[in-house]
């Protein structure tokens, strides 16, 4: 003993400051001031560490040294002032710690935890209060040397010094977990001790493994250090061998473990991997070990992890998230399985958006990942011993203790994880627990496969279908797509589950949630909503799909965003590819052909590649008695069903310029099919050809003559009448490659042709192929032209007067100005033998002039348009009349301008249907031509058509308006649009229901700013002029400035464009979608609120005050604004308007009117409630003015 006291001397503790040491006593340990700089001159001259070594090895000879010698501290205290000592000790130990880079003050550490550890050894340290909890958890601390130096090893010079000082600190680490083995049991910890978490927390961090992979480390004493360390943990789970576990202890071991699971997450590091599978082998272990006094823990682990919301706003923090929990839950008994599945399905429905949002990755992962029962049985019963598994029967007693450890409150977690996959297999390096569990490393690795749980399938389906309707759009979409992925599985009792939610109506619930979600105010629900569509269509039983259905997603292929019109072109290609047939090419012809004109390249793009997908690439030559493809000839089919060549056109020139596919390998494919099937698909042939021609070299066009003489000598009347005329297309086109041979004699035969005077509807393409096979020899069109003239002066036959104008479309010479004068007066005044046929084709031979020259055109235009505008006149006279006005405006637009009026009556919903169809197709392929510009009165009777109730009508309008009209020409005209649409005229007559449906297509193309500004212009174009109205007048309002009063209310207050809402300060950040609205309004946020204090709030109190009770409709509607914007912007209004006193009293006298306790006023003298007071601003003492004591000098007198 006296050995160690004079060991001891060598410290000089007896010159310590004991008040230095009675404040760090003071301080529980946690507060360690600087050395006494005259303690700290007498270190200086002392080896420190060689001090330290000394007293161990005395401390260490004098116990084991066999004698009858007192071996406690009542022996050894009067000699040691221990205060002192531990003051001493815990100094060095906390500035180790504090810095863990220098070596000196790191090893002083470490040999100052060991030499307090050899002080507890000696008996009766607890009664000599050698023991301190903060001390012992200080001391611990060592244990996270190497991670600590591995995280900053950018102040190390290279990964070769930092592994060799690392490899020192695990050295020094192993006689230190030596020394902390000895003397664990003695301390008897409980769980009540003072700093027990801590302690358990460092005992935890060393096992982790994060640096086992990250520097060429000595693994197999870090594997030594780990496994004396999960020893000691044993130890204080047992107290002893003897002693059965503590379920508090291993509570507190899970709750250490949770920070650390999550931090080992926060990186992308490869290292973390296994940390985190580390930690979760360990929990694996714990759980096997010790049944069911670790169930509760280990259960509210699971509870926790759910429940801690930091970084789930992230998509890869919430799939490892997910990851991690899914996977531990897998070791869990099927009881306590099924409990946490419904905790999760009771999480999904909390207030929370991150918890509900965690709780449904969650309930979709258990889906995915369940097994087969009898394949995960086998596995279980032969890697998992049978004493080390918690079986049903332990598992009951814990039930109690389970709920218990349910309700509460969630404990807080620290960084959240990242997107690394868990690791369920231990690797070769992770520590196992070998000195208490003999286990190799392959059957600890088959602890942590899954059980052989199953879910209940139809519950969690249930409670996905319920988030459909969450109030977060994020959770929206979410719960949508993860509907979708379920139609696709092919596990019975997850499609069993399905088939249940959708029901046996004729409409599947699933499909019908879908149909209500695609019109959805953000286009990410929308999204998901038209694959839940696409997924619903494809798995249908019925052979053909429901053209309402399919409606759905041709409306999507208009829609304002990008990925939903991207989605639902790709959904219907895919359903074309998947389910043929004439409903679903149809649709496909409705809704993404369309597109080819859509304003983004991308569409476009994507459309080219579907129809180069469905069409060009799935050709193949004609072989008899083989199968074909029938995908391009249905393709082709609902084409010419639809006569929509003209897209297929456009889609062919789009591929002939980004793609190879359009080349002479077509032509040498569908040629063996020309004439070798019927008569459908040769025109099916045509129809394709005709449209590619342009883009094509066919230096054999001999198959083409042959068929079309075939044509010329078949004297069938059935046979389709648009297979000539197709034919006599493709050989104008392809008239150049023709042999000098056969070019002579196919314009001689056309010439006979025509020469006949026989009209089979295909004279105009054989004129045009004849001038084209001769360009240079044109006399028999001359010829022709003058024979066909001075028959029609000489005939009152209309036949004859259209043959001649069709020649002069060909003819060098000019028509003769009799013949443009004998059809304006015949369109003018017709003979009364003409039926309405031929005064129609009276029109379209007209037409056939004005195309030739400019001055027949200016001179036919007037009366044509007259015609127009007469609805006395023959329906097919107007419409033809319509058509050579849209000819001639593709010619000589500024002729047809000022006559736009007549054509916009053609828009009337008092026209004939067949007038307006064509009115509205024309129209339309003008405007995206660019002959036109949607100009006023156009502009309004155009947009009209959206709220018409033909969809023919409609369809046109819907598409320009939605694809190719710019926001900003809807936002110049909206305002005009409300007043001119509640004029009282009667071309303008709409309903209020078409009103607001044309407001709704126009809204949905606007930004948030563009919306706005669109408020501002309302308040301020509306709102202040029916004030200024209402108080020049008499208070009542015109009948058409009511209406528009009403619409312009109606639009404020509806969905689309209701003021926004100041922004919740206490929104739920996880939800992405909630934090962007919130900051885009932050961004308007001032002109928002100028808006509503300076121009909505006064025009809205100036009207209803002026309108008072009689003012019906309009003053409820006026109430319910002002009513949300006194709520919604109480403070901002209140600032900008504090200092106008009438406006603050007409606030407070309509809050009395509607029966609301008056809120606003200047309460405190012009400093508003929505500021704080002003400090006081702190002043010096006042100086007191000194007294004068001569008194003030008398005045003057003047004496006289």
């Known amino acids: 003993m006296m050995e160690i006291v004079e060991k001891l001397r060598d410290l000089h503790l007896g010159i310590l400051d004991p008040d230095w040491v009675q404040s760090i006593y003071y301080s529980e340990f946690l507060e360690f001031s600087d050395l006494p700089q005259e303690y700290e001159s007498v270190l200086e001259s002392l080896e420190i560490q060689s001090v330290f070594r000394n007293i161990m090895q005395a401390i260490e000879i004098w116990l084991s ?231 509760s823990g280990y259960t509210v682990l699971l509870q926790h992890l759910c429940h801690t919301p930091d970084g789930l706003e992230r998509a890869e923090v919430r799939t490892a ?113 070998e000195a208490e569990i003999d286990l190799t490393e392959d059957d600890a690795a088959g602890l942590l496969r899954q059980r052989a749980h199953t879910v209940p399938h139809g519950e969690i389906v249930r409670a996905l279908y319920e988030r459909v309707g969450d109030v977060s759009s994020t959770l929206r979409a979410r719960a949508l797509a993860i509907l979708s992925d379920c139609l696709l599985t092919h596990e019975a009792s997850l499609s069993d589950a399905i ?175 020309m004439g070798a099937v019927n008569e459908v698909r040769d025109l099916h042939v045509l129809v394709l050809l005709t449209s590619a021609a342009r883009h094509l070299d066919c230096n054999d066009i001999g198959f083409l003559l042959q068929y079309y003489y075939h044509l010329a000598n078949d004297d069938q009347q059935t046979r389709d009448s648009r297979l000539m005329p197709l034919t006599l297309e493709l050989l104008t086109l392809w008239s150049r490659w023709a042999r000098p041979v056969d070019r002579t004699a196919l314009r001689d035969h056309l010439v006979q042709r025509l020469a006949a005077a026989h009209n089979d509807g295909c004279r105009l393409a054989a004129a045009t192929l004849a001038a084209h096979l001769d360009p240079t020899n044109l006399t028999w069109a001359t010829e022709l032209i003058q024979l066909a003239e001075r028959s029609a002066l000489n005939s009152t036959a209309v036949e004859e007067w259209v043959r001649a104008a069709d020649l002069s479309l060909v003819a060098p010479v000019p028509p003769s100005p009799a013949l443009l004068r004998l059809f304006v007066d015949a369109i003018s005044d017709p003979p009364p033998e003409w039926t309405d046929a031929c005064r129609g084709a009276a029109v379209a031979g007209c037409g056939r002039l004005c195309i030739r020259s400019r001055s027949a055109a200016a001179a036919t235009a007037p009366t044509l348009a007259q015609l127009l505008h007469d609805a006395t006149q023959p329906l097919c006279a107007r419409v033809n009349a319509l058509l050579v006005l849209t000819d001639i405006c593709t010619r000589y637009t500024c002729i047809v301008e000022p006559l736009l009026f007549s054509v916009c009556n053609c828009l009337a919903s008092t026209a004939a249907v067949p007038l307006r169809r064509t009115a509205a197709r024309s129209l339309t392929r003008l405007l995206l031509a660019g002959y036109l510009r949607l100009r006023t009165p156009l502009y309004y009777r155009y947009c009209a058509l959206l709220a018409d109730e033909d969809h023919d009508v409609r369809e046109p309008a819907e598409y320009y308006v939605t694809c190719c009209l710019t926001t900003e020409a809807i936002y110049h005209h909206f305002v005009d649009c409300i007043m001119h649409y509640n004029q009282d005229q009667e071309e303008c007559t709409l309903s209020f229901d078409s009103r607001q449906l044309i407001y709704d297509v126009m809204l949905q193309r606007l930004s948030l700013v563009q919306k706005l500004n669109l408020q501002c212009r309302l308040a301020r174009e509306i709102l202040e002029h029916a004030a200024d109205v209402t108080d020049e007048g008499d208070g009542e309002l015109p009948a058409s400035l009511s209406a528009a009063l009403m619409d312009t209310i109606t639009l404020l207050c509806g969905p689309r464009m209701k003021l926004p809402r100041k922004p919740q300060r206490d929104g739920d950040a996880n939800d992405i979608d909630d934090l962007q609205e919130r900051v885009t309004t932050n961004i308007v946020s001032h002109k928002m609120k ?48 504090e200092n106008d006193e009438e406006l603050v009293q007409r606030v407070r006298q309509f809050q009395e009117t509607i029966g609301k306790e008056p809120s606003f006023g200047n309460t405190r003298n012009l400093v508003t409630t929505s500021t704080t007071h002003e400090p006081e601003t702190p002043r010096a003492p006042r100086r007191r003015a000194t007294r004068n004591a001569r008194s003030p000098p008398r005045k003057r007198t003047l004496r006289i």
């Open 65 to 295: 040294f066999d004698s009858e010698e007192d071996k406690s501290w009542a022996a050894l205290s009067p000699h040691v002032d221990h205060q002192k000592l531990l003051a001493i000790l815990g100094y060095y130990i906390d500035y180790g710690t504090k810095n863990v880079l220098t070596k000196e003050y790191r090893n002083n550490a470490l040999l100052a935890s060991r030499l307090y550890f050899k002080f507890m050894s000696i008996s009766g340290f607890k009664a000599y209060h050698i023991y301190h909890s903060q001390l012992f958890a200080h001391s611990l601390a060592c244990l996270g040397f190497p991670k600590a130096m591995c995280d900053r090893e950018d102040n190390y010079y290279n990964t070769k010094q930092l592994a060799k000082e690392v490899n020192s600190v695990i050295k020094e680490l192993q006689p230190f977990v030596n020394d902390l083995r000895a003397i664990i049991e003695s301390l008897q910890l409980n769980p009540s001790d003072m700093n027990f978490e801590d302690i358990l927390s460092n005992l935890v961090d060393v096992t982790g493994g994060a640096i086992v992979n990250r520097l060429n480390v000595d693994k197999i004493e870090l594997v030594f250090i780990s496994s004396v360390i999960y020893e000691i943990i044993d130890i204080l789970i047992c107290g002893g061998s003897s002693m059965k576990p503590n379920p508090v202890v291993i509570r507190l071991l899970f709750k250490v473990v949770l920070p650390k699971l999550l931090a080992a997450s926060v990186d992308t590091k490869n290292a973390n991997n296994l940390v985190r599978a580390s930690y979760v082998t360990y929990s694996g272990l714990l759980l096997s070990k010790y049944g069911k006094s670790a169930l």
């Open 321 to 433: 998230r997910v990851e991690l929990v899914v996977g531990l839950m897998s070791l869990l008994p099927r009881t306590s399985h099924r409990n946490i599945v419904k905790w999760l399905i009771k999480l999904s429905t909390t207030s929370k958006i991150s918890h509900r949002h965690i709780a449904m990755e969650m309930l979709s992962k258990l889906l995915c990942n369940e097994n087969d029962p009898e394949e995960s049985e086998p596995q279980q019963s032969e890697q998992t011993p049978p004493d080390a598994t918690v079986t049903e029967e332990s598992e009951q007693p814990a039930n109690e203790n389970e709920n218990q450890e349910t309700n509460e409150a969630p404990a807080d977690g620290q960084s959240p994880p990242v997107n690394v996959k868990m690791e369920p297999r231990v690797r070769q390096e992770t520590p196992t627990v």
């Open 499 to 673: 088939q249940e939610l959708n029901g046996t109506g004729p409409v599947s619930r699933l499909l019908a949630l879908a149909a209500r979600c695609v019109c959805d105010e953000r286009a990410a629900v929308r999204r998901a909503a038209l694959a839940l569509v696409h997924r619903s269509l494809v798995k249908q039983d019925s052979p053909t799909p429901d053209p309402n259905d399919l409606g759905i997603l041709v409306g999507l292929c208009r829609d304002a965003s990008i990925i939903v019109r991207t989605g639902a072109i790709t959904a219907l290609g895919e359903l074309a590819i998947q389910r043929p047939c004439d409903a679903v090419f149809d649709a496909f012809l409705s809704g993404p052909m369309h597109q080819l004109s859509d304003p983004e390249t991308k569409i476009q793009d994507q459309v080219m590649s579907l129809v180069q997908h469905l069409l060009i690439d799935r050709l193949q030559k004609h072989v008899q008695g083989l199968p074909e493809d029938q995908h391009p000839w249905m393709f082709l089919s609902a084409v010419t069903r639809h006569n929509m060549r003209r897209h297929l056109q456009k889609a062919c020139l789009l591929l002939a310029n980004k793609t190879t596919c359009i080349s002479h390998r077509v032509v040498d494919v569908v040629s063996t099919h």
């Open 1090 to 1137: 100028s808006t509503v204090a300076e121009v909505v709030v006064p025009a809205v109190l100036r009207l209803y005050s002026r309108l008072g009770p009689n003012g019906g409709q309009v003053a409820a509607y006026l109430v319910r604004i002002a009513n949300d914007l006194l709520n919604d912007y109480r403070q901002e209004i209140e600032e900008l308007i």
